[in-house]
């Protein structure tokens, strides 16, 4: 099983070499065995990579992040066909029904503010908690009156205060958004792998976005990455503060009544909603608990 996250920074060469991934730097050679790796992050953009290691990174599923000049996630690898039976996966994707997709995503929208509130809870906001849990019973089919919106201005306010915003141009923020990345890129990974395509999502249907469906997935696993930056409570948002963010998808949670990391447990969640949206029954998505 996979479990490596390797990061690559600095001027680097990367091939393949007898199922090695073989990193070549001017002080030192390392390698590391393909399946120990889930995702790879090539943190700077003076690294080289061999087309050959591509195609094995591709073939084996790891996941492939490329970072900018300001070394924050820009983009990815990901595959044509990720599974034998795309063909028919992206059929079936087609051809879910907006009544299903409505049930799924009520469902992820209700388990997301559940898991906020109880995020505050263990930080001793208990009357915003109650406020979110309230939220939950007001949540209407499709979250038709938006009460993902009303609990994320509540949860935000009392987690970083009054005055924060998404959009201020700070450490908090650039921290939640280099993390969201990281969870983004993991969901594309497992949306792929199962052979179906990121652009047709659940709610989100926005034409210039190429993550739909990765957008309505992550939505419960956000929290994850929210408990983390609280933690971190960065003054300044640099390489330490990146990896301590990275090897968090290397924490475990509990999801299908076992201890996972947080890398697998998307892999279990994800695999789940497409059971229950293929075989229309909500009761099959297994959602994970961080009782940590």
């Known amino acids: 099983m996979s ?21 070549r730097k001017k002080e030192a050679t390392n390698r590391i065995h393909l399946s120990e790796i889930g995702i790879l992050i ?4 003076a ?3 061999t087309a050959v290691l591509l195609c094995e990174l591709v073939k084996r599923k790891i996941k492939v992040i490329f970072c900018d000049e300001q070394h924050n996630p820009h983009s990815e690898l990901l595959p ?25 995503w009520t ?33 209407e089919f499709s979250d038709e009156t938006n009460r993902e919106g009303h609990a994320a ?27 969201y990345g990281i969870m983004l890129s993991c969901f594309n990974r497992e949306i792929t792998a199962n052979g179906y395509i990121t652009q047709i999502g659940l709610f989100h249907d926005n034409m210039f976005n190429q993550f739909n469906l990765a957008s309505d997935l992550m939505e419960p696993f956000r929290v994850l990455v929210d408990k983390k930056v609280k933690e971190m409570n960065p003054i300044k948002f640099e390489h330490e ?13 509990i999801i299908d009544g076992k201890n996972n990391v947080i890398s697998n447990a998307i892999k279990i969640y994800c695999r789940s909603i497409f059971e229950a ?12 608990k961080d009782e940590l």
Not at 3 to 20: I, N, P, Q, S
Not at 109 to 122: D, G, N, P
Not at 161 to 168: A, K, Q, V, Y
């Open 47 to 49: 690294v080289s990579l």
């Open 107 to 139: 469902e992820i929208v209700c388990e997301k503010i559940r898991q906020q509130a109880a995020h505050l809870k263990t930080r001793g906001l208990e009357s915003q908690a109650k406020l979110l849990e309230k939220y939950i019973k007001e949540v």
């Open 241 to 253: 503060e990146k990896m301590e963010l990275v090897y968090l998808l290397s924490s475990t949670v």
């Open 42 to 45: 090539v943190e700077s953009t």
């Open 153 to 179: 201005k509540v949860y935000f306010n009392a987690l970083f205060g009054m005055d924060f915003t998404r959009s201020l141009d700070n450490s908090t923020n650039a921290a939640l958004n280099y993390g």
């Open 80 to 104: 044509c066909y990720g599974s034998h039976d795309t063909s028919a996966k992206v059929k079936k994707q087609i051809e879910w029904n907006q009544e299903i997709k409505n049930m799924v």
């Open 277 to 288: 949206l293929n075989e229309r029954d909500i009761s099959l998505i297994k959602f994970y």
């Open 3 to 23: 479990w490596r996250t390797v990061v690559v920074t600095g001027c680097a060469k990367l091939d393949f070499k007898m199922d090695y991934l073989v990193v």
